[in-house]
């Protein structure tokens, strides 16, 4: 986290020199200091860094993608003459257990295809999700362990 | 260069519109609570994003984009909180699923 306040200091100090405080200049004075400590990641110990603001990058990815999919799912299940739905209330084992992950967990899950969360249990041990399709509940939960939940673990471990 | 402006933000905001519409036809369709949630936190979340970024494409201008982008941020930050908060709140007063529900794992923890 140190890094990222460095690489900020780094564009802002781009934006002073240059004398413009546009957004776009200091977009570019970001490029430019990411660039600057990749030059010496060996010396300051930020290998990690650079892998990690690749893993939450990967993950804003996938949850794009599954927004623009759940929608689709949506707007098709919605459109389709006959509505046959199956819908149900699925516990969730929860492997993290920080209480921003679960909060980005259960965000997350909202946004995606055909699934709802509903509420936390008190001991913050399981997550409760509503499923538009619940006729295959361990398929569910095999698809949020393999997709967010691990990417939020890669991302913020 | 102007047209393409204007056919990206035109194609945005009908694809935004259409999600928008089919957000609201779910509303009307789906049996309860619960699913209709599904169809207001996500197309609806969708068409309001995409017509905001039509938004940012056609005005062209540092501060509009800026604020237009911080509003899809917004969207996404807050539409899954309001309908997890709209569901649960919906739970624990009781409202039942419907009657096509296959399952509901939450039942015996509340009734402890």
């Known amino acids: 986290m140190s890094l990222f306040l460095v690489n900020v200091l780094l564009a802002l100090a781009w ?3 240059t004398g413009s405080f546009t957004f776009l200049n ?8 990411i660039f600057a400590l990749s030059l010496i990641r060996e ?17 804003f990815l996938l949850f794009v993608y599954e927004l623009v999919l759940s929608a689709w799912r949506v707007a ?11 819908p149900g209330i699925i516990a969730y084992p929860l492997k993290v257990d920080r209480d921003f992950e679960i909060t980005i967990l259960a965000n997350l899950i909202t946004l995606t295809p055909g699934t709802l969360s509903v509420d936390v249990s008190d001991d913050r041990r399981i997550l409760y999700v509503h499923a538009i399709d619940a006729s295959d509940p361990d398929a569910t939960r095999r698809d949020i362990a393999d997709g967010f939940e691990r990417k939020i673990m890669e991302a913020f471990r | 260069m102007n047209e393409i402006v204007t056919l990206v933000s035109a194609a945005f905001l009908l694809i935004g519109s259409l999600f928008a519409l089919v957000a609201s036809v779910g509303l009307l369709r789906l049996p309860d609570l619960y699913t209709r949630m599904h169809a207001a936190s996500k197309a609806g979340t969708m068409g309001a994003c995409l017509m905001l970024i039509a938004l940012a494409v056609h005005s062209g ?11 899809v941020v917004f969207f996404l930050l807050t539409a899954p909180v309001s309908s997890h908060l709209l569901a649960k709140a919906a739970y624990s007063v009781g409202y039942r699923l419907h009657k096509s529900s296959v399952r509901d794992e939450m039942a015996p923890e509340v009734e402890k």
Not at chain 2, 61 to 71: E, H, I, N, Q
Request: charged fraction near 15%; glycine fraction near 10%.
């Open chain 1, 76 to 86: 098709v299940l919605v459109l389709s003459p006959r509505m046959e739905i199956k």
């Open chain 1, 43 to 59: 010396q300051v110990g930020s290998v990690g860094y650079f892998s990690r603001a690749w893993r939450v990058i990967s993950l």
């Open chain 1, 15 to 17: 934006s002073a020199v």
């Open chain 2, 61 to 71: 201008d540092v501060g509009t984009v800026s604020r237009a982008l911080a509003g």
């Open chain 1, 26 to 33: 200091f977009a570019f004075g970001f490029v430019l200091a």
